[in-house]
């Protein structure tokens, strides 16, 4: 598999397009987007529906290539397995996932594979589509991937696909190749367990039987000792995620990102009747959350060698640490293994052993082998 960065515009762009559909070897391309790319959508358009080789992928609010955290460019990796694709539109609207995942995308390769997984981060059917990829095909391959968007225009077209950029879409990739996934976090619970007593979709109505809003403010106000009157929620609410109980290591992060009155607004989905604790994090221990999330993937990666590294992490991390950003990345990269990777709104992964999640505030990173058409 083949990473470049574009940093010089369209000319530059058109130019490694045209290199990677020359090889003989490559047989599709993943192109990671960074928002503030001076390339207009009518262009990278262009560049989707002409080019000889699908390109799949998504716009994202920051881009990773080796140690860089970029507000602008965009990475570009050629896949030399073979692999079948399946664009899912409309999603909000597809009350009927798993039939089209069955007609899209049948999976009938013994071996494991790698689904790369990239859909509208808010779209309202995101754990629509995390269900029936379960459903479908639950633990047998490995699962990577995450929300596309803008932090500033949520409902803009965000998805790439061989027909160009979408909204409220998802675009799935079931790949011949060989990984290992890791995933972890770094925060830690300040609360007891709350039991979450009514949901709307991706909105928390009431916690234990009391306006969610009015429970969440108590545990923050207390733990912090600032007062939601005096900060905008979203500045409060970045140091203190929710996390969800689930059957894995960790609480799965959900991220609080506004009020809707007292109901509280996540990024995904959180299930009436599951438990919820209100999380905190020191920067140097949810820094060093990527490095255990590698270790993890180096382990379920079983010995091979890992041609390339794919870092999934999450926007919200980047706003949390600021400057200590640098310590994620200085923790996650491996000596002579390329990272490539974006900021994702929501973090998709499944190690093979652990259900398939979208998270949110956490680090994904995916060890990706040589597949096996030998590519190098």
């Known amino acids: ?77 050629g896949f030399s397995c073979s692999y079948n694709l399946a664009v899912i539109p409309a999603l909000s609207k597809t009350t009927q996932v798993e039939a089209e995942l069955q007609r899209q995308l049948p ?3 013994t071996e494991r594979g790698t689904l790369f997984t990239f859909v509208h981060g808010m779209s309202s059917g995101v754990q629509r589509l995390i269900d029936g990829l379960f459903n479908q095909y639950g633990l047998e391959i490995n699962y990577i991937g995450g929300g596309c968007g803008s932090l500033q225009k949520l409902d803009q077209p965000c998805v790439i696909t061989p027909q160009g950029i979408v909204a409220d879409a998802a675009i799935l990739v079931m790949a011949d190749v060989q990984s290992g996934i890791g995933v972890a ?10 039991k979450v007593t009514e949901v709307e979709d991706n909105e928390i109505v009431s916690i234990d039987w009391r306006p969610a809003a009015e429970v969440y403010r108590s545990v923050v106000e207390d733990h912090s000792g600032m007062r939601f009157s005096e900060q905008s929620f979203s500045e409060m609410a970045r140091a203190y ?19 809707n009155g007292q109901r509280i607004v996540c990024v995904g989905d959180v299930r009436r009747g599951s438990y919820l604790h209100v999380m905190h994090g020191k920067p140097d221990y949810v820094s060093s959350a990527a490095g255990k999330a590698r270790q993890k993937a180096a382990e379920n990666l079983k010995g091979r060698q890992p041609q390339l590294m794919l870092f999934m992490d999450c926007i919200s991390r ?56 030998g590519i190098n």
């Open 107 to 109: 999976w009938q390769n």
């Open 185 to 194: 976090h770094g925060w830690q619970s300040i609360s007891r367990a709350f």
């Open 318 to 373: 980047v706003l949390f640490l600021g400057e200590l950003f640098a310590r994620e990345i200085t923790h996650v990269s491996m000596p002579e293994v390329p990272l490539a990777g974006a900021l994702t709104l929501g973090e998709i992964a499944n190690s093979g052993y652990d259900y398939l999640e979208l998270y949110n505030k956490t680090s994904v990173v995916g060890l990706l082998a040589s597949d096996t058409s």
């Open 241 to 259: 995620p929710f996390g969800i109980a689930k059957l894995a290591d960790e609480l799965v992060i959900r991220d609080p990102i506004a009020l």
């Open 1 to 77: 598999m083949k990473s470049v960065l574009v940093s010089a515009g369209l000319t530059q762009l058109q130019h490694e397009l045209d290199v990677l559909n020359a090889d003989p070897n490559v047989r599709f391309i993943v192109m990671l987007m960074a928002v503030q790319t001076e390339i207009t959508h009518d262009d990278i358009n262009h560049v989707l529906v002409t080019s000889p080789k699908p390109i799949i992928g998504g716009l994202f609010p920051y881009v990773l290539y080796e140690k860089s955290l970029l507000t602008a460019g965009i990475v570009l990796i």
